[in-house]
């Protein structure tokens, strides 16, 4: 079955430094790949996301590139600030057939501290 | 704005009692979904339901019901046959891609269940 295995955590790092969070998946089909982000007390974000082999997915900074070779969707940050502190989820979705199910890792949390 | 609700924010059930987690979304989303979320844990599917009137047992689907009787509302209730029902609870909700699957989930705030 499917399966997303991300470095776990914590990861403390002081702000302006570089941030990166691995994560590596097992798909029997063609998936799509997904960051998430959840801040304390709240529900998950959509952070980034990519569809297809090459994608690169970006925003706020954060950057992950779809490596279908390594099987991996790395999440990097340049330049990290004491609000992204938070905790990290990677997730896929298997695209083959009428499939609706996230498969999510056990999440990586990020303490930035000043 | 459009978006995802969840009430309340924060509930407290008596073991052996019954209790029911609001959803709604205004984001015209065919597919709704509940999660459950534990410590140190990623999130697991409990049911999810990708039309009204219709819905699929999740991963961890044993002691919790579901309903979709309106297509913006998909409320959980959590039975008194979940063992181990102190969890967050989150509702996604996305466009069904009319036999290609889902597209892109959304989150709501999340449910903090806890039994006392």
């Known amino acids: 079955g499917d399966s997303v295995t991300q470095m776990e955590g914590p990861v403390t790092l002081s702000e302006e430094a570089f941030l990166t969070i691995n994560c590596t998946y097992t798909?029997?089909?063609?998936?799509?790949l997904f960051w998430y982000v959840q801040y304390p007390g709240e529900g998950l974000q959509l952070l980034l996301k990519?569809?297809?082999?090459?994608d690169k997915g970006s925003n706020k900074g954060f950057e992950a590139t779809y490596r279908k070779e390594t099987t991996s969707f790395h999440l990097e940050k340049g330049s990290v600030q004491v609000s992204d502190s938070a905790v990290y989820f990677c997730a896929l979705k298997d695209n083959g057939g009428s499939n609706y199910k996230l498969t999510f890792g056990k999440g990586t949390l990020l303490t930035v501290n000043p | 704005d459009g978006g995802i609700t969840q009430s309340p924010k924060y509930l407290f059930r008596k073991e052996g009692q019954n209790v029911t987690l609001s959803c709604e979304q205004n984001l015209n989303h065919d597919a709704m979904y509940w999660y459950r979320q534990d410590p140190g844990q990623g999130l697991r599917l409990i049911y999810y339901s990708q039309i009204v009137n219709d819905f699929q047992k999740g991963d961890i689907a044993e002691g919790y019901s579901v309903s979709r009787e309106k297509k913006e509302s998909f409320p959980l209730t959590v039975t008194s046959a979940q063992k181990n029902p102190t969890a967050f609870y989150l509702c996604?909700?996305?466009?069904?891609?009319?036999?290609?699957?889902?597209?892109?989930?959304?989150f709501g705030p999340g449910t903090r269940l806890t039994v006392l």
């Open positions: 990519a569809t297809k082999a090459d």
């Open positions: 996604a909700s996305s466009i069904d891609k009319g036999g290609r699957g889902a597209d892109t989930q959304y």
């Open positions: 798909a029997t089909g063609y998936p799509s």
